[in-house]
């Protein structure tokens, strides 16, 4: 565990919640960091060949199962049974006999399933929820954002990092979206999706999205689990829409713009990744994220996008790019060129099968970065 001096000496001693709190305010602040190591999105020139039976442990139906594992696993099998490779690739509940690598999502498994050595966190967020128990696992994956890497890399040794990607289909279908209408030229519809837990970050911006009701044509249509319906935030025409990944795609193709405000708490703003914004991007909806997080301020710059945290910094950002349709239209075809480069799954499986092939297990077993893994310049 790497504590910075500036902590207590007594802070180890803590229970695991507390100690959660207190490296989280520790880290927000600046006051310490941790290592973590980027897997390489190449494979490795000489994957282990020897049979492997690898297994996703996925305990719950989360969206971070879709994500992180049922979008990923098809890529990561397809490039295995390219190289040849002679691995039995498997994802659903815990294994029915011991496997050679068990990584789990988000939960401790029981043991005596996989060898201490290859049992693998992923943790996409709610490390509360397994700080007392990241003993138990060999790596720890930050499949999230950097930040929520380096925050994990102050409690294990062994921490590594995998961005959220999304399918070259997805991708593919975005940008024949683009092509199709580009966004200046849709109808005036301001895009937010997600679940309900997560509609506190919009609704906190109310007022400042009621106001472009009275400056613009706008219609906010807030897509999520919940009935439909129709009201008004002042001037604002405000539709729910019914969530699906087919419903999230079809709006995404028909909207102006998208907007991802985070939600108030730390972990929900400054930890979590871009991957709701870069969705947008994807399916060829240009968005708007929030400051708080570094990894959507690092997107945002590369396409030219502004954040926002404030709810004028919001208005602002809104009708700023709501009136320059050269600038919107720019931005999107931006956003989407890193999609297609760098945020595919064929890259996310290439990455596991660096892992998984012989890269995790590389000739420093203490924590130091695998002179394979070095970070790389992306702009």
Not at 166 to 190: C, K, M, N, W
Not at 209 to 217: K, V
Not at 273 to 290: E, H, N, V, W
Not at 360 to 373: F, L, N, Q, T
Request: positive net charge; charged residues 20%; contains cysteine.
């Amino acid at each position: 565990m790497i504590w910075d001096n500036t902590l207590p000496r007594w802070a180890p001693l803590l229970p695991a919640k507390l100690r959660f709190r207190h490296m989280l305010a520790a880290h927000h602040g600046g006051r310490t960091t941790g290592r973590f190591v980027p897997v390489p999105e190449e494979p490795p020139p000489d994957p282990r060949r020897a049979p492997l039976r690898i297994h996703f442990w996925t305990p719950n139906p989360w969206p971070s199962t879709a994500i992180h594992v049922d979008r990923v696993v098809p890529e990561l099998r397809r490039q295995v049974a390219a190289l040849g490779l002679p691995w039995q690739i498997d994802a659903g509940g815990l294994p029915t006999a011991p496997v050679d690598w068990l990584l789990c999502l988000k939960a401790v498994p029981p043991r005596g399933l996989c060898s201490p050595h290859r049992t693998v966190l992923l943790q996409p967020d709610d490390a509360d929820r397994v700080w007392a128990n990241l003993d138990r696992f060999a790596h720890v994956v930050s499949v999230s954002s950097p930040v929520f890497a380096s925050f994990l890399g102050t409690a294990h040794s062994r921490t590594w990092f995998i961005e959220e990607t999304e399918t070259v289909d997805l991708i593919e279908s975005g940008g024949a979206a683009l092509d199709a209408a580009a966004p200046s030229q849709r109808p005036p519809l301001l895009l937010w999706h997600g679940t309900r837990e997560s509609l506190d970050g919009l609704v906190a911006l109310k007022d400042a999205l009621a106001s472009l009701g009275r400056d613009t044509d706008a219609e906010l249509v807030i897509l999520t689990n919940l009935p439909e319906r129709s009201e008004r935030w002042g001037a604002l025409p405000v539709r729910y829409a019914a969530w699906s990944p087919k419903a999230l795609c079809a709006l995404a193709a028909q909207a102006r713009l998208g907007i991802v405000p985070a939600r108030p708490s730390v972990p929900d703003s400054y930890l979590k990744s871009a991957g709701r914004m870069r969705g947008l991007f994807a399916r060829g909806c240009p968005a708007i994220g929030d400051a708080r997080s570094p990894d959507v301020v690092a997107f945002s710059e590369i396409c030219g996008m502004p954040s926002a945290q404030t709810a004028d910094q919001w208005r602002d950002a809104i009708r700023q790019i709501w009136n320059d349709d050269v600038r919107l239209d720019r931005i999107a075809r931006q956003g989407h060129a890193q999609m297609r480069a760098h945020y595919n799954t064929a890259r996310t499986a290439a990455q596991w099968l660096w892992f998984l092939g012989g890269g995790a297990e590389g000739p420093d077993r203490h924590g130091s970065p695998h002179p394979a893994a070095l970070p790389r310049d992306r702009t």
